[in-house]
């Protein structure tokens, strides 16, 4: 791989907790088990940077234990840190509660994450060969979309992946139409594709989204087991998935785009990665926790040549 994954989305530390049900409003429940792991974008970076793709992490991130424990998870994953810390507040948490049918909820207390400034952010290059990220969430932070707004543009010959989130219909109509217009990928899971093209087809949930995109790009939507949607200019298609009984889907989606990203890098074509991509989020099913990818070894041995 010659390109690089330049991640400009938050890294925050989860506070994941595994219980029989959510409970009641103003009720309790007791965790069966509980962790604390690094998540948000670092998930996305960890299965990238596991099926060999270069790694840079362009986004803010705090100066306390929190920012500590993240930034060493990142540099155990290879993946280098491109901004300085900042000293105004440190990373922020999630609290992710995982039930017994391996559905996850997440309540999000933002920290420095949320602040990326223009003036960091100028000073990482993307080019040529490059895949940048752009999490949905950073067009929810005022500073981190101000941050993108200006440096987007100069960000030439790079591919452009955009994941809108579970917060995408938050996100104001010309705040993402502004940045879907810079856009050469836009990777979404199905209920946000429903839900931001309006329909509840999902073949004409993609063929309206990659209409809001430019030319040449293309849309994938997740579709858990039943694999991704994969649209381009005039054409959508199903890339089959892979059946298996989640034990916990927290993250599932992060692998995804992570392996999604790095196959691309590599040359694969946008179906090629599409598949791998569905196997890695299988895969990531299968174990508990947020950042559970598979290696590249993993997923050759899952997917045999042919």
């Known amino acids: 791989m010659t390109g690089r994954l330049v991640h400009t989305g938050q890294v925050i530390l989860d506070l994941v907790m595994r219980v029989d049900s959510l409970p009641d409003p103003g ?3 007791l965790a069966s088990e509980t962790a604390l792991l690094p998540g948000g974008g670092f998930n996305v ?3 990238a940077a596991r099926s060999g793709a270069q790694v840079v992490y362009a986004g803010a991130h705090g100066a306390g234990q929190f920012g500590d424990r993240v930034r060493t998870s990142l540099h155990e994953e290879g993946v280098t840190v491109a901004c300085p810390p900042s000293d105004e507040s440190d990373t922020g948490v999630c609290v992710a509660l995982v039930d017994d049918t391996g559905e996850r909820t997440f309540v999000t207390g933002s920290g420095a994450e949320a602040g990326l ?3 960091r952010l100028a000073d990482v290059e993307a080019g040529a060969g490059d895949v940048v990220y752009v999490s949905g969430y950073s067009l929810l932070h005022g500073p981190n979309r101000r941050a993108l707004e200006a440096w987007l543009p100069s960000v030439t010959g790079a591919a452009v992946l955009l994941d809108p989130g579970p917060l995408a219909s938050r996100i104001p109509r010309e705040v993402l139409d502004s940045t879907l217009s810079r856009v050469d990928i836009l990777s979404t899971n199905a209920r946000e594709a429903r839900g931001l093209a309006g329909t509840d087809e999902l073949g004409e949930a993609a063929a309206v989204l990659i209409d809001r995109l430019r030319p040449s790009s293309a849309v994938v939507v ?14 959508v298609e199903r890339v089959d998935g892979f059946p298996v009984s989640p034990v916990d889907t927290n993250g599932a989606g992060d692998a995804h785009c992570g392996v999604l990203a790095a196959m691309l890098l590599d040359g694969a074509t946008l179906r090629e990665a599409a598949r791998r991509a569905n196997a890695a989020a299988a895969l990531s099913v299968l174990r508990s926790g947020p950042a559970t990818a598979p290696t590249a070894a993993e997923l050759d041995a899952f997917l045999p040549a042919g």
Request: include cysteine; hydrophobic fraction near 40%; charged fraction near 15%.
């Open 27 to 29: 009720g309790d429940v």
């Open 45 to 47: 970076m960890a299965a």
């Open 117 to 119: 400034t223009a003036e």
């Open 222 to 235: 997740r579709d858990g087991a039943g694999g991704c949607l994969v649209a381009t200019g005039g054409s």
